[in-house]
């Protein structure tokens, strides 16, 4: 069974770091893409990073760019996403994904963590 356990979530002041880790588990985890999302209350889900399988390729979205880093270790099965210069707006559920299966079948599912709250004082 995928497995995707999230740790790092925390309270943070404008302008800290927090780094975010997901454990997976259940699928050949160097073979995937992995992904960060995040949701605030009220809020869309909203993708935060992408790192390709793997691990050679990175994307951000702009609210998040030069702030953030995600990276992979697959020996540990483990994406990491390092947070600094923290504002009150990364305020969110902090979501770990993977998409697993090909793009042509109709077994291609998203696979989540549970969440890991991120809170930023102002």
């Known amino acids: 069974q995928v497995q995707l356990v999230e740790s790092g979530g925390g309270l943070v002041q404008s302008g800290g770091s927090l780094r975010l880790s997901c454990a997976a588990s259940?699928?050949?985890?160097?073979?995937?893409?992995m992904s960060w999302y995040r949701q605030a209350p009220g809020k869309e889900r909203e993708l935060v990073a992408v790192?390709?399988?793997?691990?050679?390729?990175?994307n951000y979205a702009d609210s998040v760019k030069d702030r953030f880093t995600i990276s992979r270790d697959n020996a540990k099965n483990t994406v990491y996403l390092q947070m600094s210069n923290m504002k009150p707006d990364d305020t969110a559920v902090y979501y770990c994904?993977?998409?697993?299966?090909?793009?042509?079948?109709?077994?291609?599912?998203?696979?989540w963590g549970q969440g890991t709250q991120v809170t930023v004082s102002s």
């Open positions: 994904s993977a998409v697993i299966g090909a793009t042509w079948s109709i077994a291609r599912r998203s696979y």
């Open positions: 259940g699928f050949t985890f160097s073979n995937y893409d």
């Open positions: 790192i390709t399988s793997p691990g050679g390729s990175t």
